[in-house]
C-alpha cells in the first residue's frame, strides 16, 4: 500500500507559489521523501529530497514537519510548464532505493 | 547526458506471444527498476534489481520475469502475453548518492498493446 496521501488535483495561476501537501504519517525515522513529477507523454523526474531539514534547489522548496508526518513542496513561481503530476514518495524498502509511487496530485498551472 | 533507452516506444503483440522489453542505461548504476503505469492507478513497480544478477519482486511480479546479465541492461520479460498486460511500461535506474539522493532516471517508456 501506498504510505503518502495527497489531494487528487489543485489549480494555480501562472506566476503564483503552487503548493503540494503530502502526507506520510507512517515513515520512519531515518526515511526520506522524494519529490517526482511527471509531465504528460515523459517518464517521471525527479524534483528534490528531505529527511528532516526544509531542503531548496533550483526547481523547488520542500518543507517537512518537524514530527516528519507531512511535508509541503513549493513551487515559488509557477508557469505553464509546471502543470503536471507531482508524486510525493517514501521508499519501499530499508535500503531507500525502491520507491512506492501513489497515484500523485495533478497540478494545472493556467494563466 | 545521462541516459536511459527503451528497446522500443511502441509495440504491439498477440495474446500468448512471449515479449522482451529492453532497458539500457549509460550511467553505471547499480539499481535498476520495471514499472507499469495505468490510468488511474498511477506508477506501480513490478521488479528491481540491486546488481547483475540479482532480482527483487515488486508490488505486482506477477506474469511478468527479469533478466538482468550486464550491469547495463535490465530486460522484462512477459512469458505469455495477455490483454491485460497492455499499458506503458517504464524503466529507471538509480546509484546510492550522499545524503539519501536515490535519484531514479527513468527512460521514455514504452507503450505495450497486446491484442
Known amino acids: 500500500d501506498a504510505k503518502t496521501t495527497q489531494p487528487t488535483s489543485m489549480d494555480c495561476a501562472e506566476g503564483r507559489a503552487a503548493n503540494l501537501p503530502c502526507n506520510h504519517s507512517?515513515?520512519?525515522?531515518?526515511?526520506?521523501v522524494y519529490w517526482y513529477r511527471q509531465i504528460h507523454s515523459q517518464g517521471p523526474q525527479y524534483i528534490i529530497h528531505?529527511?528532516?531539514n526544509n531542503e531548496t534547489n533550483e526547481m523547488a522548496s520542500l518543507i517537512i514537519t518537524e514530527d516528519r508526518k507531512s511535508s509541503t513542496l513549493i513551487l515559488p513561481h509557477a508557469t505553464l510548464r509546471d502543470t503536471a503530476v507531482y508524486y510525493c514518495i517514501v521508499p519501499r524498502n530499508q535500503a531507500g532505493t525502491a520507491l512506492i509511487f501513489g497515484k500523485g496530485t495533478t497540478l494545472s498551472v493556467s494563466s | 547526458d545521462v541516459k536511459v533507452t527503451q528497446s522500443s516506444r511502441y509495440l504491439v503483440k498477440r495474446t500468448g506471444e512471449k515479449v522482451f522489453l529492453e532497458c539500457v542505461q549509460d550511467m553505471d548504476h547499480e539499481n535498476m527498476f520495471w514499472y507499469r503505469q495505468d490510468p488511474g492507478l498511477g506508477l506501480r513497480l513490478i521488479y528491481f534489481?540491486?546488481?547483475?544478477?540479482?532480482?527483487e519482486k515488486g508490488d505486482i511480479p506477477e506474469g511478468y520475469s527479469v533478466s538482468r546479465e550486464k550491469k547495463e541492461r535490465f530486460s522484462l520479460i512477459l512469458e505469455s502475453a495477455s490483454t491485460n498486460q497492455t499499458s506503458m511500461y517504464l524503466c529507471?535506474?538509480?546509484?546510492?548518492?550522499?545524503?539519501?539522493?536515490?535519484?531514479?532516471?527513468f527512460g521514455p517508456g514504452t507503450r505495450l498493446t497486446v491484442l
Open positions: 534489481s540491486y546488481d547483475v544478477k540479482m532480482k
Open positions: 529507471a535506474s538509480s546509484s546510492p548518492g550522499t545524503s539519501g539522493r536515490n535519484e531514479q532516471f
Open positions: 528531505g529527511l528532516k
Open positions: 507512517t515513515i520512519s525515522g531515518n526515511e526520506y
